[in-house]
């Protein structure tokens, strides 16, 4: 199996050092403009927490910050587990991660030889307690997330540049021999398509929206709309993996397309680990395929994601894909949870995987560096219905400097702006990223999205995605809005 290297060689010259001095943990509801649903799931309301840093990088203080919207039923689809225990497995894992993040920097280290030992003992944590490694990284992301935004601060640079730079201090050699400039696009990309997602639950058009079931905030409901507003051309359809759901829905879907589209459009479809084998996978597939109506919909797939579970996605039984002729571009997605991964999927016969920043950030470099090795590979951009000014926005950044120039977006669809923060961060939002973001005829920032494509100007030239003009107050602790019971409001 192939993974980064645990034994640390002395940082040399030129590589930047940092203390940890403290991390302090936040959290803020946030309520859906309607219901996503997506797999086993219907989320509603979704916890954002917030990580804050306290770090001293080549003696200078600074603050760095990360944030993920716990979303529920995907890091571990049980779909016998209530909500309110996967929640607090996550504050576990996020928690844990913290503690070792900061006793991994109580003196002087590079911001790699910090991330092996980091990654090391949470994995080995995660293993004594049967956390799944995807659940486990989500605490890893966090912390590199937060720490790599406080050294891009302190350098003074964007995070494309130090990422380009030796600074880090970053060996990815036992990666199949890979550095990581192989894994980096030469410039952060300039516009980023929006891949705008069609969750199961999704209305289609706007003229047929029951009246009781119209949002009326100002914003796109339905697709068709959501197509005009927008120009989107990219769009990722999910599958509930039943025929009698999915026939129809898929039909309209592509005629709505069709209709709305006259530039022409491309699709991706997320199976969502609908199946449990690859044989009922091929039977689904071939099923849609006889479609005609679906014809204009597969002529422009660009890649199908994760369908079968991850319980058997990675297993032997998988290699059959190598053998399937005319094979869709299958590539993982939440069976990406651990180094190793990648490289077992591509020996099966999948051709790549998914980039979201909440499943590592020096995981997804490496993943780019093997598949870059791969002239028929495929690095997607995901979402995990991340939210601005910073989640987003470091995703952003990120998907930028890999250079994937189409991502899933659909923090933007399901929540209304950033009309969840006050006031006065959302005038500093849309002073500091005008051209990314707008503001809306209502007052409140959104997405500034022209011809299906965001600007990325502001993004790449902030430290690691937002602006460092942002006043980003502290919400909620995370301890005291447990002890009061906050499991609860949700």
């Known amino acids: 199996m192939t993974s980064l290297t645990t034994s640390v060689a002395p940082c040399t010259i030129g590589v930047m050092t940092f203390t940890l001095q403290r991390f302090r943990l936040h959290v803020l509801p946030m309520r859906l ?6 797999g086993i799931a219907s989320m509603t309301v979704v916890p954002h927490v917030w990580v804050n840093v306290d770090l001293v990088v080549n003696g200078r203080e600074v603050r760095g910050l990360s944030s993920e919207g716990l979303a529920l039923k995907w890091f571990t689809k049980n779909p016998d587990t209530p909500f309110e225990a996967d929640l607090c497995e996550m504050i576990a894992v996020i928690q844990n991660a ?16 910090w991330w092996q030992a980091l990654y090391a003992e949470q994995a080995n944590w995660a293993k004594v307690r049967a956390v799944p490694p995807l659940l ?17 601060k302190a350098l003074g640079r964007p995070l494309h540049a130090v990422l380009a730079s030796e600074e880090l201090g970053m060996n990815l050699s036992a990666v199949r021999g890979m550095r990581v400039g192989p894994a980096l696009a030469e410039r952060p990309l300039e516009r980023l398509h929006v891949r705008h997602t069609v969750g199961l639950g999704d209305e289609l058009r706007a003229n047929e929206i029951a009246e009781a079931e119209r949002v009326n905030d100002g914003l796109p409901q339905a697709l068709d709309e959501s197509i005009r507003a927008y120009g989107l051309t990219y769009f990722k359809i999910k599958l509930s993996g039943k025929p009698e759901m999915d026939l129809p829905r898929l039909r309209e879907v592509t005629r709505i397309l069709v209709e709305n589209c006259p530039r022409g459009f491309h699709t991706t479809l997320d199976g969502n680990e609908q199946f449990h084998d690859l ?15 679906l014809e204009p919909l597969f002529a422009r797939l660009l890649l199908i994601e994760q369908p079968v579970h991850r319980d058997k996605a990675l297993s032997d039984e998988m290699a059959a894909l190598r053998e399937w002729k005319d094979m869709p571009g299958m590539i993982i997605d939440e069976s990406d949870g651990s180094l190793d991964d990648l490289p077992r999927a591509l020996e099966l016969g999948y051709r790549g995987t998914s980039h979201k920043n909440c499943k590592g950030i020096v995981k997804g470099l490496a993943n780019a560096a093997l598949l870059h090795t791969r ?20 995703d952003v950044a990120m998907q930028a400097a890999l250079g994937v120039s189409h991502v899933e977006r659909n923090g933007h669809h399901y929540f209304r702006g950033l009309c969840v923060y006050p006031e006065a961060l959302q005038r500093d939002i849309l002073a500091v990223h005008d051209g990314f973001y707008q503001r809306h005829a209502e007052g409140f920032p959104v ?7 965001l600007d990325l100007t502001s993004v790449n030239a902030a430290p690691f995605g937002y602006a460092t003009a942002l006043c980003m107050e502290p919400y909620e602790p995370l301890d005291v809005w447990i002890k009061r019971g906050g499991l609860a409001e949700l």
């Open 136 to 152: 486990a990284n989500l605490g890893v992301s966090l912390m590199e997330r937060a720490v790599l935004d406080g050294i891009c």
């Open 375 to 394: 002239p028929d590979s495929i690095l997607s951009g995901e979402d995990l219905c991340s939210i601005g000014p910073v989640a987003m926005l470091q």
């Open 447 to 453: 997405l500034r999205i022209e011809n299906g494509q």
């Open 98 to 113: 913290s503690r070792i993040a900061r006793l991994a920097a109580e003196k002087e280290t590079g911001f790699f030889e």
């Open 279 to 293: 044989s009922s996978f091929r039977d689904y597939y071939a099923m849609l395929r006889a479609e005609k109506a």
């Open 33 to 38: 403009r309607f219901p996503f649903k997506y």
